[in-house]
């Protein structure tokens, strides 16, 4: 069973270990997440999680409401909208469906808010996997982005159109 707990500064090590991994950085090759003060830092506009199956730790998701978010990555976001980030942290455990449970864990606990109208995401623009993977999620290409030093697409998934795991 997979499941999602907070991140906290008992995950430094682990989180650090991720960053490194080839996979890892390819998908996101030019942040700094600053673990070491983020950790411990809970604002109300972000949640850190870290995924677990069968309570071995296998990835990492970030939620974030980019209106209130205080760096302004995402501009003049409008209000009642969720970023993520997702990552899994270990090559071993790509292409096992642990990414698909992953999103439908964290679309299913930002559309638990009524008023979240939609979820960006912003994949690298080279990174077709990802685009095929959140494409069939059913997000919907919005357009190129320069996020800093990166190309990305911005993508994304309206509560109209997503689609939430039937319970098991």
């Not at 700094?32 to 411990?40: G, I, K, P, Q, S």
Request: net charge negative.
């Amino acid at each position: 069973m997979l499941n999602l707990r907070s991140a906290t500064s008992a995950d430094l090590n682990l989180l650090q270990h991720w960053d490194e991994q080839p996979h890892v950085v390819d998908s996101d090759p030019n942040d700094d997440w600053h673990w070491e003060v983020e950790l411990d830092r809970t604002p109300d506009w972000r949640e850190q999680l870290i995924a677990e199956f069968e309570g071995r730790p296998i990835g990492f998701i970030q939620i974030i409401d980019p209106a209130l978010e205080e760096s302004h990555y995402w501009g003049d976001a409008p209000m009642n909208l969720r970023a993520i980030d997702i990552w899994i942290g270990e090559e071993t455990d790509l292409s096992k469906g642990y990414g698909t449970t992953m999103m439908q864990l964290a679309l299913a606990r930002c559309f638990a808010d009524p008023q979240v109208t939609a979820v960006w995401i912003d994949p690298l623009a080279n990174n077709t996997r990802a685009h095929r993977f959140y494409e069939r999620l059913g997000f919907q290409f919005v357009e190129p982005r320069r996020f800093g030093d990166d190309d990305c697409f911005v993508y994304c998934l309206t509560r109209s159109d997503w689609q939430p795991e039937p319970a098991k």
